[in-house]
């Protein structure tokens, strides 16, 4: 094959770096998670991440002259955003990963883009349903389907909490694929006051809930749960937000999208290295189903293209 020339020089050492950030505090989230839950209610883990993330972006949007939208119709949009983006699969992330492994929830998570496909086609006239794309979805969840175990979802049994954790975390693809959709339906602003807008709502949602349904499941003694539910708020979800929209505009969304192959990888490569847990053949083997189609899925692009 041959190679573009422009190819090493199309994309910075910036956006490469913001790339980086993305894939390590994104695919250190489910490890941080596991430790975090061990401890800590599910529905306290999403309050005290996004509680955290709040009490970082706002001082950095002021600090930055930034301002936060007062029209009601963007707080509509930004609730809608939380809900579907951050309290719903920060929540079934967090319950979910209490009875699978890190690893296995941060290869789930590789659903996303095959998710995003339907809903795209449903939702935006830009984005058809193609035969590639429809052949990619069918082979990525397939791959989705040899991860959870083929025999237990055709006999499924709901006292299988592993089951059940496995099919949770799926379901979180269904809302970041939807706030990844809707967003584009959104009116444009800059990305750090949508993200600011987002975590605020978020923490109007997360910490009435957890009050009411586990008024007890806040506490944590052990200093690595302390230390979990700290890095969880400050970079998978503050660090992230204030990285993520600049990155879409200066690299584009489809560089951006690396993070697809590469989050679900440093997750599993977290989890193993150090919660010690086990990945098997078959594991690995849906994983690059997942994988493949993903990239089949994908629209090719021509070389020289912007």
């Not at 830009?126 to 040899?146: C, H, N, S």
């Not at 708020?233 to 192959?261: D, E, R």
Request: net charge positive; no cysteine.
């Amino acid at each position: 094959m041959g190679s573009d020339p422009q190819a090493a020089t199309r994309h910075p050492m910036r956006d490469w770096a913001d790339l980086s950030v993305l894939v390590v505090v994104w695919g250190s989230s489910f490890a941080l998670t596991k430790v975090a839950v061990g401890e800590v209610a599910p529905v306290w883990v999403v309050a005290w991440r996004v509680l955290l993330a709040t009490a970082v972006l706002i001082p950095v949007l002021l600090l930055s002259g930034g301002a936060l939208s007062r029209r009601p119709r963007d707080w509509a949009g930004f609730a809608w955003l939380a809900f579907v983006g951050t309290v719903a699969p920060f929540w079934l992330i967090s319950w979910g990963t209490q009875y699978i492994s890190s690893s296995l929830a941060g290869v789930l998570m590789a659903a996303v883009p095959l998710v995003v496909i339907f809903m795209a086609a449903a939702l935006l006239r830009d984005e058809p349903l193609t035969v590639r794309k429809g052949i990619g979805f069918v082979a990525g969840f397939a791959g989705v389907v040899m991860l959870i175990g083929p025999g237990a979802l055709l006999s499924f049994d709901p006292g299988n909490m592993q089951l059940l954790g496995a099919l949770a975390v799926v379901s979180a693809s269904f809302g970041y694929a939807s706030q990844a959709v809707t967003v584009r339906l959104m009116r444009p602003m800059a990305g750090l006051e949508r993200a600011t807008g987002m975590i605020i709502a978020s923490s109007a949602m997360a910490l009435p809930l957890a009050l009411v349904t586990a008024p007890d499941g806040y506490a944590a003694e052990r200093a690595e749960t302390l230390a979990s539910l700290a890095l969880l708020g400050i970079f998978p979800t503050a660090i992230a937000g204030i990285v993520l929209f600049p990155l879409i505009a200066s690299a584009g969304a489809g560089f951006t999208a690396l993070t697809n192959y590469l989050v679900p990888a440093f997750a599993l490569a977290v989890g193993v290295s150090f919660l010690g847990e086990h990945f098997t053949s078959t594991d690995f083997a849906g994983f690059a189903m997942v994988l493949a189609g993903i990239t089949f899925a994908r629209p090719r692009r021509r070389t020289g293209g912007g």
